[in-house]
């Protein structure tokens, strides 16, 4: 049972112009969000996080805004660049009592930046 | 420099052997975690350690097995390969609480 989903798979989008990566969720337990961004051959990569307490969050390029009525985070990249090509995981977590960082993965969205 | 690293990257085995997938994190992190990246590509916690003692366990068989001698290590241990345990394995760390986690860069088991 999926947890995170990623509806899309791939993504392709112009040098220059905004990517925008969405994501969806099913349990409303969840209470932090992150994406991680990875290349082949290596391990995923944190890039950005929002508390279930905030809408959005902004660090330089990357935007992620989290929609909690409808169970919807979203990505947004901009200006998109040819190095941000990667798969992009979503990931979301529930923590409880024993403090365990229980993570789960959307199954990724490959983006390709064409130059 | 490396924060999360895990060794063998490539393991090749044949099915029923046993074997050891290694990590180690430089993090000063209080919990480790191993995670599964099966055909699909999809990311599926196996277990966590916090402070030397497993938190987190799915259903994963018992044929494995998480250990850690200290905190800056947690050991994957494999019994009786089966030929479904082909995956991408990732070893991960984090401070508890609303901290991310650092991935290693995986280690690809193939089982013939």
């Known amino acids: 049972d999926q947890q995170v989903k990623q509806n899309s798979p791939s993504l392709s989008v112009q040098e220059g112009r905004i990517s925008i990566l969405n994501c969806d969720y099913t349990?409303?337990?969840?209470?932090?969000f992150l994406w991680y961004k990875k290349y082949p051959a290596e391990g995923p990569t944190f890039l950005i996080s929002?508390?279930?307490?905030?809408d959005k969050n902004e660090d330089g390029r990357f935007t992620v805004f989290l929609n909690k009525s409808a169970k919807h985070l979203s990505l947004h990249i901009v200006p998109s660049q040819p190095g941000d090509s990667a798969v992009y995981f979503c990931?979301?977590?529930?923590?409880?009592?024993?403090?365990?960082?229980?993570?789960?993965f959307g199954t990724g969205t490959r983006l390709t930046v064409i130059p | 420099d490396t924060a999360v690293s895990q060794t063998p990257k490539y393991l090749v085995t044949q099915m029923g052997n046993d074997k050891s997938i290694k990590c180690e994190q430089n993090?000063?992190?209080?919990?480790m975690y191993w995670y599964k990246q099966d055909s699909k590509k999809f990311l599926k916690i196996m277990f966590s350690?916090?402070?030397?003692?497993?938190?987190i366990n799915e259903t994963v068989p018992n044929r494995f097995s998480p250990k850690s001698p200290d905190k800056a290590h947690l050991n994957l241990h494999i019994n009786s390969l089966e030929l479904g345990d082909s995956a991408v394995y990732f070893c991960?760390?984090?401070?508890?609480?609303?901290?991310?986690?650092?991935f290693g860069d995986g280690t690809r088991l193939s089982i013939l």
């Open positions: 991960a760390s984090s401070q508890s609480g609303i901290q991310p986690q650092h």
């Open positions: 349990n409303s337990m969840f209470d932090y």
């Open positions: 929002i508390s279930s307490i905030k």
């Open positions: 990931a979301a977590n529930h923590f409880d009592q024993t403090g365990a960082n229980n993570l789960f």
């Open positions: 993090l000063g992190h209080d919990t």
């Open positions: 350690y916090n402070n030397k003692e497993l938190i």
